[in-house]
């Protein structure tokens, strides 16, 4: 079984910045998938960022581009997202999650989660 843990939220004001880390542990997969997502109270659950390592490519949400930037580092088994100019709207509680086959960008793809870290973003 594949365990995540997210680290790295709290509370800044608007402008600010934050990185959030990801490390996983347990069984590694020779090609997969990392994704963060968000979840607001009330709202669903929105896609960030996500990126397949062996391919080097990484998608974002479009609330998010331009701020965001999502890196890997396979030798920590460790993903990041740097988050700066943040905004109240970003606000929430961030995920981390491994997908193993399917959309990257549908959260209903991902196998495995992490417990989530919440920001906040004061005005």
């Known amino acids: 079984q594949v365990q995540l843990v997210e680290s790295g939220g709290g509370l800044v004001q608007a402008g600010g910045s934050l990185r959030l880390s990801c490390a996983v542990s347990?069984?590694?997969?020779?090609?997969?998938?990392m994704g963060w997502f968000r979840q607001a109270p009330g709202k669903e659950r929105e896609f960030v960022a996500a990126?397949?390592?062996?391919?080097?490519?990484?998608y974002y949400g479009d609330s998010v581009k331009g701020r965001f930037i999502m890196s890997t580092d396979s030798a920590k088994n460790t993903v990041y997202l740097q988050m700066d100019s943040l905004k109240p709207e970003d606000t929430a509680v961030y995920y981390c999650?491994?997908?193993?086959?399917?959309?990257?960008?549908?959260?209903?793809?991902?196998?495995?989660w992490g417990q989530g870290t919440q920001v906040t973003v004061s005005s």
């Open positions: 990126t397949t390592w062996s391919a080097g490519v990484t």
């Open positions: 999650a491994l997908r193993t086959s399917g959309d990257i960008w549908s959260s209903a793809s991902y196998d495995y």
């Open positions: 347990g069984r590694t997969f020779r090609n997969y998938a």
